[in-house]
C-alpha cells in the first residue's frame, strides 16, 4: 500500500494523508483484536473511497478473521458475491459451511464513505453509512471469539478478495454503538479525535493510517493511537 495526499476533508490538527490498496497484494494485520467477544458486542469505523468499481465478480473485505475468514465485505459486481458494484455483505463461517448475508448497503465509488458496523447481543448485525442506519440483520451466529484481525483481504487465502481504494480512520469498539454515538463519529463527514469522542472509554483500537504511518522498507507500520495494537 502506499501514503497518498487525501481528499477526505479532516478536522483541524490531523492527517491530510490516507493509506492507497491496490486490490491486488495489499492488506493490514492488527494482532488480538476482538472481532466479536462470545456473547459480547462490538463495533466497527472506518471510512473508506473505493475505487471505480471494476463490475467484475471480484469482493474485497474490509475486516476478516484469520481463524477462519468470515468477514464484511464489498462487491464489484458480477455473479460470485453481490450483482451490485458497492454492496456490502456478511461473510459468516458457520459449522454448516459459509453463509453469506447481502445488506441494503451500498458504498459509493471514487467519493469517501463513512462505515460503521455493530455487533449487538442477539446475532443482530447493524450497517450505518454516513451516519444512518441503512442495513439491519438478525440470527447473525458464529462471530464469537477472539482472533487476529485482517483489514483490506480475506484470510486465509482468497485472490481477489483485496479492497481496492483508500482507507482512513479505523477504530474498534468493545460495546454496540449507539445511533447517537455513530452520528458522532460520522460529525458531518469530518473525521474528529476520538481522544473526545463520548464513548472513549469503549474504543479498543484507532488506526489514522495517515502521516503517523511508516515504512520499514518492507512493511507499512500503522501505529494504533489507543493501545499498542499496531498493524502492518
Partial sequence: SNLVVSDLQQTSGYSPYALDFDGADDYLTM?????????????????????TYSGSSNYGYFL???????????SEGGTTIGTTP????????????????????????????????????????????????????????????TWDTIAARRYPGGVGNYVNGELSNFSIFDTALTSTEVTEIYNQGLPSNLNSYSAYSNLVSWWQLGENSSFNGTDWIVADEIGSNNGE
Avoid at 31 to 51: L, N
Avoid at 67 to 72: A, E
Avoid at 94 to 122: K, M, P, Q, R, Y
Wanted: charged share 10%; net charge negative; no cysteine.
Fill in 64 to 74: 476478516s478473521s484469520s481463524s477462519n475468514g468470515g468477514g464484511i465485505a464489498y
Fill in 31 to 51: 494482532t488480538s483484536t476482538d472481532f466479536k467477544g462470545s456473547g459480547g458486542t462490538v463495533s466497527y469505523s472506518f471510512w473508506v473511497k473505493p475505487a
Fill in 86 to 145: 458497492g454492496q456490502m455483505y456478511l461473510y459468516n463461517m458457520t459449522n454448516a459451511g459459509a453463509v453469506v448475508t447481502t445488506t441494503s448497503t451500498f458504498i459509493d465509488e471514487n467519493v469517501w464513505n463513512h462505515i460503521v458496523v455493530v455487533f449487538n447481543t442477539g446475532n443482530e448485525v447493524e450497517f450505518y453509512k454516513n451516519g444512518i442506519l441503512s442495513s439491519t440483520l438478525t440470527g447473525i451466529t458464529s462471530f464469537n471469539s
